[in-house]
T-cell receptor, first 113, second 111 residues
Framework: NAGVTQTPKFQVLKTGQSMTLQCAQD?????MYWYRQDPGMGLRLIYY???????DKGEVPNGYNVSRLNKREFSLRLESAAPSQTSVYFC????????????FGSGTQLSVL | QKEVEQNSGPLSVPEGAIASLNCTYS??????FFWYRQYSGKSPELIMS????GDKEDGRFTAQLNKASQYVSLLIRDSQPSDSATYLC???????????FGKGTHLIIQP
């Protein structure tokens, strides 16, 4: 049972480079999320998709774009990476509803030099 | 701005004792409350959820919710070294925008 799968696990970029983080879930969940986690800052929501075909900004969306490709897949794109985007990125998914439990992928460690 | 506050720790507890972790939240319309455990270098994993006032027990874990005081807690009985981790409190408000997380409490269980 794969759950939430993220790729890549590690990535090093130079300032100004672009890249896409991929996320797929096999739990038939409606909602998907991208969080970043920085030391001392906790988990912060970047973007989310409440259902297929919709995306919305979270707390820290600047410098990112997302695509909800289908119900399973939700990608996060950095168009021009900056050192401030060095972080651990987590994708998560959930059923939609008030008892919304998030299930997380294993994370992507991104360093921007 | 929704806020979830936790003491960052570290909280050091002897093996076999009760560990008590606390969390307060700012959004009065919050509906659902969660505790996640995160080992170093790993992703968060859900250990408890609670939706109504009172206590909820699951094995060695007890979650407590007091909506009037906007307070959530997690008790870990018979603490084990394997419980050493960062514990994240998460709250869901009335909208569809996912969970708001606290910064986590680093718990150390001393053998």
């Amino acid at each position: 049972n794969a759950g939430v799968t993220q790729t890549p696990k590690f990535q090093v970029l130079k300032t100004g480079q672009s890249m896409t983080l991929q996320c797929a879930q096999d739990m038939n969940h409606n909602s998907m999320y991208w969080y970043r986690q920085d030391p001392g800052m906790g988990l912060r929501l970047i973007y989310y998709s409440a259902s297929e075909g919709t995306t919305d900004k979270g707390e820290v969306p600047n410098g990112y774009n997302v695509s909800r490709l289908n119900k399973r897949e939700f990608s996060l794109r950095l168009e021009s990476a900056a050192p401030s985007q060095t972080s651990v990125y987590f994708c998560a998914s959930s059923e939609r509803g008030f008892n919304e439990k998030l299930f997380f992928g294993s994370g992507t460690q991104l360093s921007v030099l | 701005q929704k806020e979830v506050e936790q003491n960052s720790g570290p909280l050091s507890v002897p093996e076999g004792a009760i560990a008590s972790l606390n969390c307060t939240y700012s959004d009065r319309v919050s509906q659902s409350f969660f505790w996640y455990r995160q080992y170093s270098g790993k992703s968060p994993e859900l250990i408890m959820s609670i939706y109504s006032n009172g206590d909820k027990e699951d094995g060695r874990f007890t979650a407590q919710l007091n909506k009037a005081s906007q307070y959530v807690s997690l008790l870990i009985r018979d603490s084990q070294p394997s419980d050493s981790a960062t514990y994240l409190c998460a709250v869901r408000g009335g909208g569809a925008d996912g969970l708001t997380f606290g910064k986590g409490t680093h718990l150390i269980i001393q053998p």
